[in-house]
């Protein structure tokens, strides 16, 4: 009951904000729905339901925009290709005005991994884990063994999307604990990252769900090579560069990396 009308409230608050004041066009927010009914004064650029539709794997394509001074994006680059992120970005970059600000947050398999290495009690493991447990185990009927930990830390870089009922859910990968960790302690936080993704079956990987890695320092390069300068690491709630922050869900900060850009 209480999310239904909490749907109602954001959705009466998007649709009259949008009909009084529209959006605007010089603020993208790159991988968000107008479904989600939030901050509506965000230009939302997705694959479908956002007010740009683009599939930014169909490369190459036109960006319809101009005048870019803020961008944002949150937990959307690990849905897409190496390919993809770089040409967008591009795309972006082409854009905006000298000046404008970008501010991006994706998983950061170093955090993912170290916890599982290194960190007493597993906290991110265990918060995956106990997701899974309630979302796959409890409320979908999943064998049990997607709660197993090593599989929350798993199907955090390396899961697909099933649509069941009216729900997208992202299902993690599943190899046994031997073998995760048998492969954790022969390779890199970067070869181990490339292995999960490489459980994907071609069918499961064309759902994008969770199909890249990311850390800061492939982060950072990639905005380097476009152009992208005063490159800096952020914090939940804190923009150096004065970006909206009212767009952020802040749930996600413990696992991830926030990086700031100006062009």
């Known amino acids: 009951m209480i999310r239904i009308i909490k749907d109602v409230i954001f959705s009466s608050y998007f649709h009259t904000y949008r009909t009084l004041l529209g959006r605007d066009s010089t603020k993208f927010a790159l991988g968000e729905s107008k479904l989600a009914r939030r901050n509506p004064s965000w230009t939302m650029v997705d694959i479908r339901d956002s007010d740009l539709n683009l599939d930014f794997e169909n490369i190459p394509y036109a960006l319809d925009a101009h005048d870019i001074r803020m961008c944002y994006s949150s937990h959307m680059f690990e849905h ?10 591009e795309r972006v970059f082409e854009k905006m005005i000298q000046g404008a600000t970008l501010r991006i947050e994706v998983p950061c398999v170093d955090k993912i ?49 099933e649509k ?16 995760f960790e048998s492969k954790l302690s022969e390779l890199n936080n970067e070869y181990f990252s490339k292995w ?31 152009g992208f300068r005063d490159i800096t690491e952020a914090t939940t709630k804190k ?25």
């Open 80 to 89: 897409i290709s190496d390919d993809a992120a770089r040409y967008l970005l």
């Open 113 to 161: 991994l170290d916890d599982y290495r290194y960190t007493p009690n597993r906290p991110i493991a265990k918060y995956f884990s106990q997701s899974n447990e309630k979302e796959l185990v409890g409320q979908r009927g999943f064998d049990r063994k997607f709660a197993e930990e090593h599989i929350g830390t798993l199907g955090a870089i390396s899961c697909h999307i």
């Open 164 to 179: 069941i009922g009216d729900d997208y859910v992202h299902t993690p990968v599943y190899v046994s604990k031997a073998t």
């Open 196 to 226: 999960c993704l490489s459980l994907q079956t071609a069918d499961q990987y064309k759902t994008h769900g969770h199909i890249n890695y990311w850390t800061k320092r492939k982060l950072v390069g990639l905005l380097e090579d476009i």
């Open 239 to 263: 923009t150096f560069f004065d970006i909206d922050l009212s767009i952020e869900r802040t749930h996600r900060h413990f696992y991830s990396v926030i990086i700031e850009a100006r062009k």
